[in-house]
Nanobody, 124 residues
Framework: QVQLVESGGGLVQAGGSLRLSCAASGRTFSSYAMGWFRRAPGNEREFVAAIKWSGDRLRYADSVKGRFTISRDNAKSTVYLQMNSLKPEDTAIYYC?????????????????WGQGTQVTVSS
């Protein structure tokens, strides 16, 4: 079992930045790929970014490429999502998730454990 706790969400103006954190506990964090998803009101949960256990392979949704950066610190069992140049359409609840099989897929079904989410609101 893995427990995930996201933090760092909040209210920011368009063009601003936020850094989300996801702290993991339980099984060996450094063995797993990790992902970030988001869900806007009325929408399905959508893929944002993923990172390999070693940190040397990254994947991004086209909608955030060039603006968001995923990273991890295995010593702290934490994965981050740096979000720059935020837009109102980035408003959503952001979730981190464990990918124990290393698929780094864009489907939510590639991921095994989920955090409770953190709200990000971008005002225009």
């Amino acid at each position: 079992q893995v427990q995930l706790v996201e933090s760092g969400g909040g209210l920011v103006q368009a063009g601003g930045s936020l850094r989300l954190s996801c702290a993991a506990s339980g099984r060996t964090f450094s063995s797993y790929a990790m992902g970030w998803f988001r869900r806007a009101p009325g929408n399905e949960r959508e893929f944002v970014a993923a990172i390999k256990w070693s940190g040397d392979r990254l994947r991004y949704a086209d909608s955030v490429k060039g603006r968001f950066t995923i990273s991890r610190d295995n010593a702290k069992s934490t994965v981050y999502l740096q979000m720059n140049s935020l837009k109102p359409e980035d408003t959503a609840i952001y979730y981190c998730a464990v990918d124990s099989r290393g698929l780094m897929g864009s489907s939510r079904y590639s991921y095994d454990y989920w955090g409770q989410g953190t709200q990000v609101t971008v005002s225009s």
